[in-house]
């Protein structure tokens, strides 16, 4: 979940780092450094915190030279401290490594080069990968002697590719070696890196909004890739030493795309881009529906859509929310028994994927560790694959069969919200194409849901209009320590989304139900102390809402509930109302999601909460 930075060129390194570095903080902030190559050295600037920390170090001890590298962490081995930020060092502080990802066989590696006399100063799993490195270069002088300027860059490579042949878990890697001043190297395996590449300068990073400020080129490394970066130019090859061809792409958004745009925060401008999100995803979607969609965006042929049988749906976090409300969507319009599973849990199981099943993956990164493994079980097992994300050179859409893209654009804020619903915008898309080329409802039905859903943007604009309502309903429950959600059958998840939202972004504790499991313990929780939200807006469960919250108030608990407009029938039920607008049941989910975040972020704001970058979270989950 860290983020990695490399530069080689003509200009100043540290500069370009710092600013890379302040793009990928979403990628992790409990501690973050860089390390410049000057005049045959390596100078080493590190810090515990944000990288505002570390600028202002580097403020007071700049750093010279046009090689560096640079990382922002999210800790998994060794606490947030400078010791154990990035980068790290070899004994003699030649060899320089900056690492997102887990070296699973660290501790035997560690053991042998303790052994070998090499002295290590961190915590981290990372630290093994510089000494390793040392190690081979070691023997190299051993057998060959003084090494002569012509071989040190091809010592240099082969060293760092036997390293590599021996970790076992899950590298991006950024190294340099002071003995090859004009030369930076590259590693990926189960972790996103890219490459950028610019006239006489070339990057290296976690994501390409690191580098859009230089350039628009961009290469996108596949696992098992080591790229070899001087100027501008680079060299590919696989684990082997043998050269690999990789394509070049040009990157059509720009960083302006992520600006606050007069917001106080990244997660309350991204909340209020929700309405253009999801039109944008449903552009050009909806119409016309005698068009094969499946077969000409998705890229699914004829004859894999009419074996499909059963759908797994696959995700973490708030993409598994998404997923459930897809599954209430396939199983209703589609006539199609599907699942919903956390991607962890999937990985780990006994699969038994029958013919005929085709597994969908979601995620916002496409770099979801876990989401990713996943896939890689469904395709062992030989069934087809679709992923959904928001990313379009991701790992997952590099791995999957088939790909149908949200257009959310960069989200910077930490918890997800655009991107959640650009997941649900999504899943109504494929639902809809998938049910009317199964035969499951008729051309005049599917024309009737794609006039309902376009009236989706429109809905959520209004359900946002409640934000100072929201505000002030915040301002009465701020400091509590527990909420309870409460949602039932398409807004069970959106209950759950909701806890979520708010746990990340506020740490309070907060749980979302099932409401009709409420009298199976956790109505056991609720007292005066207790704050109950419900979705009770229009649906077939809205008279076994209504009990559910009748029984909630009966105990003390203060209920604010999420109506539909015109209901009247609620008022002695809740305490606090948030009036919706009207909407078909199957879209609600789009609608009743605006209000419980608003109602996270303006909680999380009155308890001074840093809102866009909340502790222990990173925005891509790239380790396991």
């Keep these: 979940m860290c983020g990695v930075v490399g530069y080689v060129g003509r200009s100043q390194a540290a500069p370009v780092i710092l600013e890379g570095l302040k793009c990928l903080e979403y990628r992790g902030y409990d501690s973050a450094g860089l390390a410049v190559l000057e005049q045959g050295s390596v100078e080493i600037r590190r810090s515990a915190g944000k990288i505002s920390a570390l600028e202002a170090l580097v403020g007071k001890n700049p750093l010279r030279g046009t090689l560096g590298v640079g990382h922002t962490r999210w800790a998994t081995h060794g606490r947030p401290s400078e010791v154990n930020a990035h980068p790290h060092s070899d004994c003699s502080r030649e060899i320089v490594v900056v690492h997102n990802g887990i ?32 190690s081979h270069l070691r023997q190299f002088s051993q057998t060959q002697g003084a090494l002569s300027t012509a071989v040190v860059e091809p010592l240099f490579f082969e060293a760092v590719r036997r ?17 090859t001043p004009h030369l930076l190297l590259g590693a990926r395996f189960l972790s996103p890196l890219v490459v950028g590449l610019g006239e006489g300068e070339s990057f290296l990073t976690s994501d390409v909004a690191a580098f859009l400020s230089y350039s628009r080129k961009a290469v996108f490394l596949e696992d098992g890739d080591i790229a070899v970066l001087s100027g501008g130019d680079c060299r590919f090859f696989d684990l082997d030493g043998k050269k690999r061809e990789r394509k070049t792409i040009s990157i059509h958004w720009d960083r302006t795309m992520a600006e606050k745009s007069g ?23 909806l119409f016309p529906l005698k068009e094969s969609f499946l077969q000409t965006e998705i890229g699914m042929p004829p004859e894999v859509l009419a074996g499909i049988k059963r759908v797994r749906l696959v995700a973490c976090g708030s993409a598994f929310h998404a997923g459930m409300v897809g599954k209430y969507l396939l199983e209703h319009f589609a006539k199609t028994p599907c699942e919903v599973e956390i991607a962890s849990e999937f990985r780990y199981r006994a699969l038994n994927l029958e013919p005929g099943s085709l597994v969908v993956a979601v995620s916002q990164s496409g770099e979801t560790a876990d989401t990713l493994a996943a896939v890689r079980s469904a395709k ?61 409802i008729g051309e005049a039905e599917a024309l ?55 746990k990340e972004i506020s740490y309070i504790h907060a749980e979302g139900y099932a409401a009709g499991e409420m009298k199976h313990g956790p109505i056991a929780l609720i007292d005066e102390e207790m704050p109950v939200v419900a979705i009770a807006t229009a649906s077939r ?10 029984e909630a108030r009966s105990r003390g608990g203060k209920i604010i509930a999420l109506l539909s407009e015109g209901d009247a029938s609620s008022r002695e039920t809740a305490d606090f109302r948030l009036v919706l607008p009207r909407c078909p049941e199957f879209m609600s989910p789009l609608v009743n999601v605006m209000p419980l975040q608003l109602l996270a972020y303006h909680i999380a704001a009155l308890r001074g909460c840093d809102v866009d970058q909340p502790r222990n979270l990173a925005k891509s989950v790239t380790v396991e």
């Design 448 to 502: 009737g849901l794609v006039n309902e859903l376009l009236q989706a943007p429109g809905l959520a604009r209004e359900g946002l209009k409640l934000s100072d309502a929201v505000l002030e309903i915040a301002k009465t429950f701020f400091k509590k320590d527990h909420f309870l959600y409460l949602g039932r059958h398409l807004n069970y998840p959106v209950a759950l989304e909701g806890a979520l939202k708010l």
């Design 541 to 550: 469960v809205y008279e076994k809402m209504l009990s559910n919250l009748q």
């Design 163 to 179: 390293a590599l042949k021996e970790l076992r878990g899950s590298y991006a890697l950024g190294i340099l070696w002071t003995k």
């Design 380 to 440: 062992n097992s030989g069934v087809p694959t679709l992923g959904i994300c928001n990313s379009a050179q991701s790992s997952l859409t590099r791995m999957t069969d088939f790909t149908l893209l949200t257009r959310c654009g960069p989200e910077i804020g930490v918890a997800s919200t655009k991107t959640f619903t650009g997941q649900l915008a999504a899943l109504y898309v494929f639902t809809l194409h998938f049910a009317l080329a199964k035969g499951a």
């Design 263 to 285: 917001y106080r925060h990244f997660m309350l401008k991204e909340i209020f881009e929700q309405p253009q999100t999801i039109e944008d995803t449903f552009r050009g979607r």
């Design 103 to 134: 070296i699973e066989n660290y501790p035997a590696l560690k053991e042998r080069l303790l052994r070998e006399g090499h002295a290590f100063g961190s915590e981290t799993d990372t630290e093994v990968i510089s000494h390793l490195i040392e």
